[in-house]
C-alpha cells in the first residue's frame, strides 16, 4: 500500500490543537520530516522550476583545488517588477551534525557557543541564491542603506528588524511566506552535506571568498583584501548551488542568540524560546569582507543586538516555505 501524503490542512485537521492531538502533532512532524529527506520543497501555485548548471570546488589546507564537480539545482524565480528577480533555490530535506566537535579543533578555529555538535533534521525549502541586492532591496522598501554602492552588490547597513520587515513586505507582494532563515536551515544550506570548516574544503582563500585575509587559517598563501563587498555570486558557489556563504556580507538569522546548543531544537525550527539572556539578541552568519576566515565558517555564530546594531558589513537572504510549516 503506497503511503498517503497529507497536505498541512489535512495534517491539522487529523491532529486538532488538543492535547493529545499536541502529542500525535510531534510524532507526526517528525515522520513527516523523516519522509521529506532528500525531497525538493513543493513548486507554488503558478511557479516552475528551472534548472542552473554550476562548479563546485574543493580545496585542500594549502588552499590548492583537489577536486571539481559539475552539479545542478533547481530554482524559482520571483518578479520584483522593473527588471528585478529573486532567484530562490530548492534545498532537499535532509540531517546533518550542527555545529563543532567537542575535540580536535582548538583556539580561533572554533568557539563553545558552537557546541555541543548535535544532529538536525531539516525539512525541504526554498534559500536566495545570492545574499539580498541592493536593486532588490530598493524594489521592496524603496531606499538604499549600503556604503558600498551597486545594483548587484548586497545590501549592508541593515538591523535584523528591517530585515523582518523586508521578507515581510515581500509576503505581501508576492503571496508567498517569505522569513529569515532558522540558524539551522542556513548551517545545513551552507554546509551542503560538507563536515569540513568551509563547504570548500579545510580553508579559505581569497579566490573562493571575500573576506579578510590578513590572518593565515591553515597553509594557502597570503590572499587580497578587498575592503568592500563585491557583486553577489562573484564567487564559486557550494554543492547546493548557493553563492557567498562564506564572506561578503553577514547574514542575519531568526534565532535568538543562545550561548550554547544545549536545549536547542532539531527539527530545524529557529530557536526563539528558553534559558537565554540574549533575547533581543540575534545570530548572524557567515562572516564578511571585514573579518578573517574563522568567522567564515559553516559554524561560525557571532551575535548582535536586533534594533540598535548597524553592522557595516550586516546583510542576509531570504528563505521560502512551502508546504512546510505545521
Given at each position: 500500500m503506497k503511503n498517503k501524503i497529507l497536505t498541512r490542512g489535512q495534517f491539522l485537521k487529523l491532529v486538532g490543537w488538543g492535547g493529545a492531538g499536541f502529542l500525535v502533532t510531534i510524532v507526526l512532524r517528525s515522520l513527516?520530516?523523516?519522509?521529506?529527506?532528500?525531497?525538493?520543497?513543493?513548486?507554488?501555485?503558478?511557479?516552475?522550476?528551472?534548472?542552473?548548471?554550476?562548479?563546485?570546488?574543493?580545496?585542500?589546507?594549502?588552499?590548492?583545488e583537489i577536486n571539481r564537480q559539475t552539479k545542478q539545482a533547481k530554482y524559482m524565480s520571483v518578479d520584483l517588477g522593473n527588471g528585478i528577480t529573486l532567484e530562490m533555490v530548492g534545498i532537499p530535506g535532509g540531517k546533518f551534525l550542527m555545529g563543532s566537535p567537542a575535540t580536535g579543533i582548538t583556539g580561533i578555529d572554533s568557539f563553545d557557543n558552537e557546541r555541543p555538535q548535535h544532529e538536525v533534521t531539516v525539512a525541504p525549502f526554498y534559500m536566495g541564491k545570492y545574499e539580498v541586492t541592493q536593486a532588490q532591496w530598493e524594489a521592496v522598501m524603496g531606499n538604499n542603506p549600503s556604503d558600498f554602492k551597486g545594483a548587484n552588490n548586497p545590501v549592508e547597513n541593515v538591523t535584523w528588524d528591517e530585515c523582518v520587515e523586508f521578507c515581510e513586505k515581500l509576503t505581501q507582494k508576492m503571496g508567498l511566506t517569505f522569513r529569515l532563515p532558522s540558524e539551522a536551515e542556513w548551517e545545513y544550506a551552507c554546509r551542503a552535506g560538507t563536515t569540513t570548516p568551509f563547504y570548500f574544503g579545510e580553508t579559505l582563500t581569497s579566490?573562493?571568498?571575500?573576506?579578510?585575509?590578513?590572518?593565515?587559517?591553515?597553509?594557502?598563501?597570503?590572499?587580497?583584501?578587498?575592503?568592500?563587498?563585491?557583486?553577489?555570486?562573484?564567487?564559486?558557489?557550494?554543492?547546493?548551488?548557493?553563492?557567498?556563504?562564506?564572506?561578503?556580507?553577514?547574514?542575519?538569522c531568526q534565532d535568538n542568540w543562545h550561548g550554547n546548543y544545549r536545549g536547542a531544537p532539531n527539527d530545524g525550527s529557529a530557536w526563539t524560546e528558553g534559558e537565554s539572556i540574549y533575547m533581543h539578541t540575534y545570530v548572524i552568519r557567515g562572516g564578511c569582507w571585514k573579518y578573517s576566515q574563522s568567522y567564515c565558517r559553516s559554524a561560525s555564530r557571532p551575535h548582535y543586538t536586533f534594533t540598535r546594531d548597524v553592522i557595516p558589513c550586516g546583510g542576509f537572504r531570504v528563505v521560502c516555505a512551502v508546504g512546510r510549516n505545521l
Open positions: 513527516w520530516q523523516n519522509n521529506q529527506l532528500g525531497k525538493l520543497p513543493a513548486v507554488p501555485k503558478g511557479k516552475q522550476l528551472l534548472t542552473f548548471n554550476f562548479e563546485v570546488i574543493t580545496v585542500n589546507s594549502r588552499g590548492e579566490k573562493l571568498a571575500n573576506y579578510n585575509p590578513t590572518y593565515i587559517y591553515a597553509d594557502e598563501p597570503p590572499g587580497e583584501y578587498r575592503e568592500k563587498t563585491t557583486p553577489v555570486g562573484s564567487f564559486p558557489p557550494n554543492a547546493f548551488g548557493l553563492y557567498d556563504m562564506h564572506g561578503n556580507v553577514m547574514e542575519w
